[in-house]
């Protein structure tokens, strides 16, 4: 079975914690997984190499993704998506969401099938949630 990668920038963890937890949901469902943050040099094969990614990335900027490392990364694979089933997460704070509206667009554009809606959680994540996103796309 092909492994699930999961790939994701973080500033202050809380991003992290997700990316942890959906790995562990995605365990519990009966996936291998793949956890790498985006600034390691494994990220963009990991990409190549599985059917499944799940991407996590925070609203940064003005509602944009983190610019210096995870734009780069995700601008550099995105055109080698179209057939595999994609996740996205990730963490905001005052915003409404838009970082993340503007990122299922993007990855539709991609040819992905994007698993359900991505997942924010306001700053310091629900755990729980996040393990149980992660067990859900175990079985898409
Ligand atoms: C430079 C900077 C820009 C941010 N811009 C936004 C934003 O546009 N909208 C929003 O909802 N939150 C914004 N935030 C809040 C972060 O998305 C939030 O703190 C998130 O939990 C950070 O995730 P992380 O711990 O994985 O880095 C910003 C935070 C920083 C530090």
Redesign the pocket.
């Known amino acids: 079975m092909s492994k699930t990668a999961v790939i994701y920038?973080?500033?202050?963890?809380?991003?992290?914690a997700m990316a942890k937890a959906i790995e562990g949901g995605l365990k519990s469902g009966g996936a291998e997984t793949v956890l790498l943050s985006v600034s390691g040099k494994d990220a963009a094969s990991a990409v190549e190499q599985c059917e499944k990614v799940a991407f996590g990335c925070?609203?940064?900027?003005?509602?944009?993704l983190e610019e210096s490392e995870f734009e780069p990364f995700f601008a550099s694979v995105e055109g080698k998506l179209a057939s595999k089933k994609a996740a996205l997460f990730?963490?905001?704070?005052?915003?409404?969401?838009q970082?993340m509206r503007d990122w299922q667009e993007r990855l539709a554009l991609s040819g992905a099938s994007l698993f359900e809606e991505g997942l924010i959680m306001?700053?310091?994540p629900d755990e729980a949630a996040c393990t149980e996103f992660g067990r859900r796309f175990a079985a898409f």
């Open positions: 920038w973080s500033g202050t963890g809380n991003t992290e925070p609203s940064m900027g003005s509602e944009v990730g963490s905001y704070g005052w915003g409404d969401g970082w306001q700053e310091a």
